[in-house]
C-alpha cells in the first residue's frame, strides 16, 4: 500500500526567510508519480509539479524547487526567498501507476505561514 | 488546463437531509473523482465517477451513502445523504484527461459542508 508522510504539520517563517517542506513516500512500486500542490484559503488545490519515478533530476521553478532522493524515499520542496503569498497548505502526492488512472494519496499536508 | 466548476461554494445543513454537489468541467476529461477533505486534514478519495454506469467507491465508503452520478464526460454529481456533523468536510471534485498514464489531476474550488 502507498503512503505520503509530511511530517511538519505547521512551519512558520519570516519574509524573504528559505523554507523546505519534507515528504517521504512509501511504494512498492517501481513507476510511481510524486506530486505538490498548494492549497490556499481560498480552498482550491493549485498544481505545482508532477515528477515520474525515473526521473532524479531536481527541477527549479522560480523560487520553487525540488529535490528528488529515490535513494532515501523523499521528495522535498524549497521554497526561496518566501513571501507572504507563498502562505498556504502544501500537499505532497503519489500515484501508482498500477491505480486505476490518476487515484493520488495524499500526506498530512503542511501548512506554511509566512510573516511580513 | 481544465477549469472545474462545482457547487454550491458552501452550504449549512441539517442532521439528517441530504445535499447534492455538482461539478462540471470546461472541457472533457477521462477520469473524475470525488474527495473529501475534513477540518484540518488531508484528502481522502471517496470514489472514482464512471460514465454511465456505477461509481467505484473506496473502502470505507458506500453508495448508499454517498451517491454519485457521472451522465456525461464533463458532469458529475455527489450526494451526501442522511447527514450527521461528522459529514462536515469539504468536498472536492477532480479530474485529469489521462488514463492508463498518470498525469496532472486538476481540482475544483470545493464545496464546504457544515452540519448542524
Known amino acids: 500500500a502507498q ?5 511538519q504539520t505547521e512551519i512558520s517563517v519570516v519574509e524573504k526567510e528559505d523554507v523546505t517542506l519534507d515528504c517521504v513516500y512509501e511504494t512498492r512500486d517501481t513507476t510511481y ?6 492549497q490556499p484559503p481560498s480552498g482550491e488545490l493549485v498544481f ?16 520553487y524547487s525540488w529535490n528528488f532522493q529515490k535513494s532515501t524515499s523523499s521528495f522535498n520542496f524549497t521554497i526561496t526567498a518566501s513571501q507572504v503569498v507563498d502562505s498556504a497548505v502544501y500537499f505532497c502526492a503519489l500515484s ?3 491505480n486505476a488512472g490518476n487515484m493520488l494519496t495524499f500526506g498530512g499536508g503542511t501548512r506554511l505561514m509566512v510573516k511580513p | 488546463s481544465a477549469v472545474i466548476s462545482q457547487k ?38 471517496i470514489a472514482t465517477a464512471n460514465q454511465g454506469s456505477e461509481a467505484t467507491y473506496e473502502s470505507g465508503f458506500v453508495i448508499d451513502k454517498f451517491p454519485i452520478s457521472r451522465p456525461n464526460l464533463t458532469f458529475s454529481t455527489l450526494t451526501v445523504s442522511n447527514m450527521s456533523p461528522e459529514d462536515s468536510s469539504i468536498y472536492l471534485c477532480s479530474g485529469s484527461r489521462d488514463r492508463g498514464s498518470v498525469g496532472e489531476l486538476f481540482f475544483g474550488e470545493g464545496s464546504r459542508l457544515t452540519v448542524l
Not at chain 2, 22 to 43: H, I
Open chain 2, 8 to 45: 454550491p461554494s458552501r452550504d449549512i445543513c441539517q442532521r439528517g437531509t441530504s445535499l447534492t454537489i455538482q461539478c462540471q468541467v470546461d472541457s472533457q476529461v477521462t477520469m473524475m473523482f470525488w474527495y473529501r477533505q475534513q477540518p484540518g486534514q488531508s484528502l481522502t478519495l
Open chain 1, 96 to 98: 501508482e501507476v498500477g
Open chain 1, 33 to 38: 508519480y510524486l506530486f505538490w500542490y498548494k
Open chain 1, 3 to 7: 503512503k505520503v508522510t509530511q511530517a
Open chain 1, 48 to 63: 505545482l509539479i508532477r515528477r515520474n519515478s525515473f526521473d532524479e533530476q531536481n527541477e527549479i521553478s522560480g523560487r
